[in-house]
């Protein structure tokens, strides 16, 4: 099974060994793959997680999925060997980018792990999509998809 992750970009309000102990639930009911983005600091805090999880769980993989291709190395350094680009997602203007790499993780996904606080928004919109498109959604914060 697979499962990405939609967040604010600020997430002050989430401690990151909730989140850690929530990601290993979703190991123990199977799920083994895992797409995250790379914007923001829910985004930051997944990918700290399942670095830690991935020494104590070597079955799992995990990947960044880019919105934009690193046009340098050193945009690229943060996530060397965990990221993909997808075939596809760069087609049309730049700056519906991430919209179009939120529903590549979506449309690739049977869950999704959220933090949202708030109705608006594209964390929101996003997990109200992969609610919509029947996947499990779990959220860790106050709002209601």
């Known amino acids: 099974m697979i499962c990405t992750f939609f967040g604010h970009s600020d997430c002050y309000g989430l401690a990151e060994a909730v989140l850690f102990r929530t990601i290993e639930k979703l190991i123990s009911e199977g799920v083994d793959e895992f797409y995250v983005g790379n914007q923001g600091h829910f985004d930051n805090m997944v990918f700290s997680c399942l670095i830690k999880l ?4 070597p079955h799992i993989s995990f990947t960044v999925v880019l919105a934009y291709l690193p046009m340098r190395k050193a945009e690229h350094d943060p996530y060397h060997g ?3 680009y997808p075939e ?3 087609e049309g203007p730049q700056r519906f980018a ?3 790499r939120n529903k590549w993780m979506i449309n690739h996904a049977d ?3 959220c933090y949202i606080t708030h109705s ?3 964390a929101y919109k ?3 999509q992969a609610q919509k498109k029947g996947l499990k959604v779990i959220c860790l914060g106050d709002a209601e998809l």
Not at 54 to 57: A, E, H, N, P, Q
């Open 54 to 57: 991935k020494s104590i769980y």
């Open 82 to 84: 965990y990221s993909i």
């Open 126 to 128: 996003f997990a109200k």
């Open 111 to 113: 869950c999704c792990l």
């Open 120 to 122: 608006w928004g594209r």
């Open 88 to 90: 596809g997602i760069e």
């Open 98 to 100: 991430i919209e179009r």
